[in-house]
């Protein structure tokens, strides 16, 4: 039997179509728009809301062994915050690394109706799915862990590239994968044999006699190769470092054309020198994106308070232990990754915390095109999804934007200097706001296939609406909340 439903009075933002506020009403049936329905349909009055297309967050950490790990480790995250039990929905648990029933609930609360794991080693797929099967509500898949995958490596060594190929497409299928995931090319086996990390794009790879960027070059060929409906995600080498963004900018290079999406682009944007202080180069990273169209990226945007530092760099989450000296959990995937965990609080009045959020901000506010630098915080390394409402209204509302950076050690406003100069960011002559509107969060469906998913909105891929496209999970969020973004 056919499922009706016409949504009316609510005020429609449609930011890839140039709806704009409009009041209209909105024609479902199956779980799929349509022009219209009968006069019969179940109807919902969305007098005072808005109606936009779900959320998608593309590159966050919700599921699987590394995440039951984070949990487990940080029993007093989850006793402070308890989700109960209702008629309506299960008891779980939130903090920084929610229980999947909370993960499923809260990003539903948000508008939220897609999120994708971004880091799952082969060998940890079938626990993932096993949780992603547990968490309701929103749609959800998850990235491939093959940029330090040992069998791969031996292929790419002895020059088998069609087997490679092969390989590759097999790891996915088995897996259940949406993309290939890169995670510091070359890093874990360095880490594994030493306890050192990869420094440049052509150190050598111990034991293959390979390079991060022949490792690079060959997973993003192979993800364009096979078609997939979105790019291979890239974790670049050096995540943290003072001066980074000469290797970020070096590895999109290297792409010379190839589709890519750079991950949590913000920990990748610094200058100065390694074990010097830190600067922001979000300038140089905003103007490569801006003139290749082929290179997308999420931002990972730093959210003050408490987070996890969850991470298949090792390297990188035995730096963050060093930093803070909180407990950890450092993993050895066999022959396919490492993994790294570690309880971080980022404060206001730490220079290089305020430098990253600053960073976040600026790449944000230099995008000429905002479908294709997406709203994350990595979560929950750069702080939790919950924290998404606040990062909304940072790059929406200029004067609580002003206000707040006027707070920080980092920043230049404006209004005048805010902190010590020439050691930070430089805000002056920033647009009013975020370009996009209530599409703050839509833009990753426009990198792939999202738009075709149940819950993702019915415009994300095309400039055009589309009959058929489908909508069942279209957000309806109090009017009320929107004046504050």
């Known amino acids: ?13 449609d930011p890839a179509n140039g709806v704009d506020g409009e ?5 479902v049936q199956d779980g799929k728009i349509v022009e219209d329905v009968p006069p019969d349909a179940r109807r919902i009055d969305a007098s005072g809301m808005v109606v936009m297309p779900g959320g ?3 590159h966050c950490h919700i599921a699987g062994p590394k995440v039951n790990l984070a949990r487990k480790l940080q029993p007093e995250d989850h006793r402070f915050d308890v989700h109960p039990r209702t008629p309506f929905t299960r008891s779980g648990t939130g903090g920084t690394v929610p229980s999947t029933f909370a993960t499923g609930y809260r990003y539903a609360m948000l508008g939220y109706t897609t999120a994708m794991e971004a880091a799952v080693p082969p060998l940890g797929a079938r626990h993932t799915l096993e949780e992603l099967h547990d968490t309701p509500i929103i749609d959800k898949g998850f990235f491939v862990l093959l940029g330090n995958n040992v069998l791969l490596y031996q292929l790419l060594k002895e020059g088998r590239r069609e087997e490679f190929r092969h390989a590759v497409a097999w790891w996915l299928n088995a897996a259940r994968a949406y993309t290939p995931k890169l995670v510091n090319p070359g890093g874990a086996e360095l880490w594994k044999e030493r306890n ?3 420094t440049d794009l052509d150190d050598e790879i111990p034991g293959f006699g390979l390079t991060p960027r022949q490792v690079i070059e060959a997973l993003v060929d192979v993800t364009n190769e096979l078609g997939l409906p979105h790019p291979a995600h890239i974790h670049c080498n050096n995540l943290g470092i003072p001066g980074n963004y000469k290797t970020t900018l070096e590895t999109m290079r290297t792409l010379e054309g190839r589709r890519a999406h750079i991950t949590h682009i913000q920990f990748h944007a610094y200058g100065g020198e390694p074990g010097g202080r830190m600067t922001s180069k979000a300038p140089e990273i905003a103007e490569y994106i801006n003139t290749h169209p082929e290179i997308s990226a999420d931002v990972g945007q730093v ?4 987070a996890t530092g969850m991470t298949a760099d090792a390297p990188l989450a035995w730096m963050l232990r060093q930093v803070s000296g909180n407990k950890w ?7 396919e990754s490492g993994c790294g965990i570690v309880p971080f609080v980022y404060q206001e009045r730490n220079y290089v915390h305020a430098l990253q959020w600053a960073v976040g901000l600026e790449l944000f506010l230099l995008s000429e095109d905002p479908w294709r630098m997406v709203l994350s915080t990595d979560h929950p390394n750069g702080g939790s999804f919950l924290s998404y409402p606040r990062l909304i209204r940072l790059l929406m509302d200029r004067e609580f934007r002003n206000e707040q950076i006027r707070g920080q050690p980092t920043c230049h406003t404006p209004d005048g200097p805010a902190g010590q100069p ?3 960011v430089h805000f002056a002559g920033d647009r009013h706001h975020h370009p996009c509107r209530s599409g703050a969060a839509a833009g990753p469906a426009r990198q792939g296939s999202l738009g075709r998913r149940r819950g993702c909105g019915h415009h994300h891929l095309r400039g055009e609406r589309r009959q058929g496209e489908d909508v069942q999970h279209a957000a309806l969020c109090d009017q009320r ?3 504050d973004h």
Not at 23 to 27: E, H, L, Q, Y
Request: aromatic fraction near 4%.
């Open 481 to 483: 909340r929107q004046g």
């Open 1 to 13: 039997m056919s499922s009706t439903l016409r949504i009316v009075n609510g005020k429609v933002y």
């Open 303 to 306: 959210m003050f308070g408490r």
């Open 56 to 58: 998608v967050d593309i």
């Open 329 to 335: 959990v450092n993993a050895d995937v066999e022959h």
């Open 422 to 424: 020439g050691t930070g």
């Open 23 to 27: 009041v209209r009403d909105i024609c």
């Open 196 to 198: 050192a990390n990869i």
